[in-house]
């Protein structure tokens, strides 16, 4: 929502001062489940019009983390040339219930135009905030507002406390930005950092070169981070236009531009200190190995002010927008939304490209995370020629998550023998081939690139599609040698991944007839120590253990007596101290005997007395020499007689 849109834009769109009639979707955060993180829930909720509650070409958003309350910018009133007099701040709860507003003057004392930028809710402080700014002159040094020409400079941040007064947001203290050196152009996004409570503010200095700010929430200026190598700003275009702050204060920005296949979707990172910008290699990574299709785009920009980048409450997953069509003065575009786990370094969720629902229409649309892991898009449809036309589309707030529907996803499926994935396939035989076809997977609008068969026996088959016009083969036949269970996997390749190639899908078969198991259980009996193992593996215990084995397998059983000890037999389904054979045909048992070997001991006496040993054994009045158990403590006592010592 910032005069520069109207400048910039062409007239076809320069009624974007403040966007379009609004529509806010809630995504649940990505988990890997059906439907790529789930699905529209409900019919939604959004009514145009200029009243409270409703929304009046909307651009702005701001999302509290930790409550679900959803903050709107748009228009209101107008002056008596016509023009919109007024922006408005309005607040709702999650589920789309008005609770307050603030309204800010568009042409305040100076009788200039001013812009709003951006809305920062930190929950922890009760604050909402926002940038206000004007056009000024080019050279810099001033903050005093132009009629025209020169270029935005943010002049304060507006704040305003998140509990209502009535229907009002109440007014605080605003936060005075400086001039000169330190002044912030062409402000691009704000955010709050919720580990220091620092305002974060993406824009340009006046060198033009991107810059990041860290401001107090007591209007401090904080450390800076100058980009005069000019990475955010990339000659391909898409340069970095939003931020997002972990919960440790780690800065997230995003750049885009290129054309497929080279990669156009590049994200960097800032320590809390705003020290160094760093590249991630994730995202390269995944984007090769996923084969993103679209990608983050220069066509995808905070036009009005809504963020383009969020993150998640616990910091690991980032999310954007990437563009398979894009909107028209007229015509809803089609957008999806990618979430990128940091922690695993790929995609864990990717919503749109439904029809009735599930469907992100405009290019600019915000989105910001919001309580529980969702994540809030702001997605209004662009008015047809000037500010106050009614959009082509849009008006509505839609709830997503795990449990609803409506969102595209490409699903690998296939039938074995003839039987579908909901059927089990019987006699099936080695030898003979078995037919498997992938003809009934949905590929959400794609045609298969590649087809990857892995058989489950050690063996993989390949099919790629012949020509450019045509696609991999569905169907494929493969033999198995030996009767078995067997796990075949599927994995399809698409020419046109829109929505992300298929999971890989998993189906067990059985061929032939599979040998029965029976158990074959060891135990170790006497005072010994000693390990037990077998051939095939299996067996490897010092005390008792079991394993299976097919029938009429022959388990050869190996004692190993520990030192000290030695083997003194078999017991059960072996016996004497050979060596111990067992095939399988029902449940065996075995126990092996592990005793202490014995050590002698000798006890020499001179002069007159007796000598006892404990435990009994040395009596040496008797007997000067025992045998006992390896390792055994043997106390010895001496009496002498009358006369001796």
Request: with cysteine; proline share 5%; hydrophobic share 40%.
């Amino acid at each position: 929502m910032s005069v520069r849109d109207k400048v910039a834009r062409p007239a076809a769109v320069a009624w974007a001062v403040a966007a379009a009639l609004a529509v806010v979707a809630f995504l649940v955060a990505a988990q890997p489940a059906a439907a790529k993180g789930g699905g529209q829930i409900g019919s939604g909720w959004g009514t145009p019009g200029s009243a409270n509650g409703q929304f009046f070409n909307p651009a702005m958003l701001g999302v509290d983390p930790v409550d679900g309350s959803v903050y709107t910018g748009d228009l209101a009133g107008t002056t008596s040339e016509g023009e919109t007099a007024k922006y408005r701040i309005q607040k709702f709860t999650a589920a789309g219930s008005f609770q307050a507003a603030a309204e800010i003057p568009r042409f305040p004392a100076t009788g200039k135009l001013a812009s709003l930028q951006g809305i920062a809710v930190d929950h922890g402080l009760g604050r909402i905030y926002a940038i206000e700014g004007c056009r000024v002159a080019a050279a810099g040094g001033s903050l005093s507002c132009l009629g025209f020409g020169g270029k935005v400079g943010a002049r304060k941040i507006l704040v305003y406390s998140t509990t209502p007064e009535g229907s009002a947001l109440k007014a605080l203290s605003p936060i005075e930005l400086p001039a000169g050196a330190e002044e912030i152009y062409e402000p691009q996004a704000i955010a709050v950092d919720p580990a220091s409570h620092d305002i974060v503010v993406l824009g340009n200095e006046n060198a033009k070169h991107r810059i990041v700010q860290r401001i107090s929430s007591a209007g401090v200026l904080g450390a800076r981070y100058t980009d005069t190598a000019d990475v955010l700003k990339p000659a391909s275009g898409g340069a970095a236009n939003s931020l997002a702050v972990s919960p440790t204060g780690v800065v997230y920005t995003m750049t885009g531009g290129g054309t497929p296949p080279s990669l156009f979707t590049k994200l960097y990172k800032l320590p809390a200190g705003l020290g160094s910008l760093e590249a991630l290699a994730s995202v390269p990574a995944a984007a090769g190995s996923e084969e993103w299709l679209n990608g983050w785009e220069s066509s995808v920009e905070a036009f009005y002010g809504g963020p383009q980048l969020a993150i998640s409450e616990d910091g690991d997953t980032l999310y954007w927008k990437e563009q398979i069509k894009r909107s028209e003065e007229a015509e809803a575009g089609e957008l999806t939304v990618r979430a990128f786990s940091l922690g695993k370094g790929q995609t864990v969720g990717l919503w749109g490209g439904g029809s009735s629902s599930c469907k992100i229409t405009t290019n600019s649309a915000g989105l910001a995370a919001t309580t529980g892991g969702n994540l809030v898009v702001f997605d209004f449809g662009q008015a047809t020629k000037k500010s106050t036309d009614t959009p082509a589309y849009g008006r509505k707030v839609y709830t997503f998550g795990p449990s609803g529907s409506g969102c595209k996803e490409a699903v690998a499926k296939f039938s074995v023998a003839g039987k579908s994935e909901a059927e089990t396939p019987t006699g099936l035989k080695p030898g003979e081939a078995i037919a498997f076809n992938a003809s009934a997977s949905e590929l959400a609008g794609g045609a298969r690139k590649e087809m990857v068969w892995k058989w489950g026996d050690g063996t993989e088959t390949v099919l790629a599609a012949p020509s450019e016009s045509e696609e991999a083969p569905a169907t494929a036949n493969h033999t198995y040698t030996a009767a078995g269970t067997y796990t075949v996997k599927l994995q399809i390749k698409l020419k046109v991944p829109l929505f992300d190639n298929p999971d890989v899908r998993e189906r067990t078969i059985t061929v032939g007839t599979a040998a029965p198991q029976f158990t074959l259980k060891v135990k170790k009996s006497g005072n010994g120590q000693g390990t037990l193992t077998s051939n095939p593996a299996g067996i490897n215990c010092g005390s008792a253990c079991e394993a299976e084995y097919s029938e009429g397998t022959e388990v050869t059983l190996t004692p190993s007596p520990a030192m000290g000890s030695e083997f003194t037999g078999w017991s059960g389904a072996c016996t004497g101290t050979g060596t111990c054979k067992v095939t399988m045909s029902q449940l065996r048992e075995v126990s092996a005997g592990f005793a202490l070997e014995k050590r002698l001991l000798k006890v020499t006496k001179t002069g007159s007395g007796q000598v006892t040993s404990s435990p009994s054994g040395i009596n040496c009045a008797v007997t000067c020499e025992a045998l006992f158990d390896y390792g055994a403590e043997v106390t010895l006592s001496a009496s002498a007689e009358e006369g001796s010592t």
